[in-house]
């Protein structure tokens, strides 16, 4: 019943835009198309400027895929709590796509909060949950495995895990 209340409400609305169209003036035709032209030119742009670094951000994340031998999506999980994890150590500091494999590790002390959203766990949970976690991660980010150089990343990973362990499992 309501296909067929769609398919008339449809023919209807095609019926009026036909009709309009035909005794519609070319130039009034054209002004209409630029006016929409330019108001989604508008449109794109805004969202662009507020969305802008992660609109261009995802399609390089999924270049990316092939590199790091993700696979279904399990590996687009995973591929998303990897982009998620460079954010984070982007925004407090710790990571740089310039700054290659020189991290040493008394330069960086992460603090028990900082180190439970580097391995996306939370407080309270248990030491196996921290240990599968940290497996799931090195398991794509381990130097060896990739053909990029993720040592820097694994480097704090492996901090991560060994700061949790350390304060909440003594």
């Given amino acids: 019943m309501n296909f067929f209340l769609l398919i008339g409400i449809s023919l209807v609305v095609l019926?009026?835009?036909?009709?309009?169209?035909?005794?519609?003036?070319?130039?009034?035709i054209a002004k209409g198309i630029r006016y929409i032209i330019f108001t989604f030119g508008i449109l794109l742009a805004l969202a662009l400027l507020f969305l802008g670094r992660y609109a261009f951000s995802i399609p390089i994340l999924l270049f990316l895929v092939p590199l790091i031998k993700l696979k279904g999506i399990g590996g687009?999980?995973?591929l998303f709590q990897l982009w998620r994890l460079i954010n984070y150590l982007r925004q407090t500091g710790r990571y740089s796509?310039?700054?290659?494999?020189?991290?040493?590790?008394a330069s960086s002390n992460i603090s028990i909060d900082d180190a439970y959203n580097i391995l996306g766990c939370k407080k309270g949970c248990?030491?196996?949950?921290?240990l599968s976690k940290?497996?799931?991660?090195?398991?794509?980010?381990?130097?060896?495995?990739n053909d990029t150089d993720t040592t820097k990343l694994?480097?704090?990973?492996?901090?991560?895990?060994?700061?949790?362990?350390?304060?909440d499992f003594n």
């Avoid at 248990?126 to 921290?130: A, M, Q, R």
């Avoid at 694994?154 to 304060?167: G, P």
């Fill in 76 to 78: 687009l999980f995973q």
């Fill in 126 to 130: 248990t030491k196996s949950e921290v």
């Fill in 134 to 145: 940290y497996k799931k991660i090195m398991a794509k980010l381990h130097p060896d495995r």
């Fill in 15 to 28: 019926y009026l835009l036909l009709n309009f169209f035909a005794k519609a003036s070319s130039k009034k």
């Fill in 154 to 167: 694994a480097q704090m990973v492996s901090e991560a895990k060994e700061t949790i362990l350390k304060n």
């Fill in 97 to 105: 796509f310039k700054s290659g494999a020189n991290y040493s590790k």
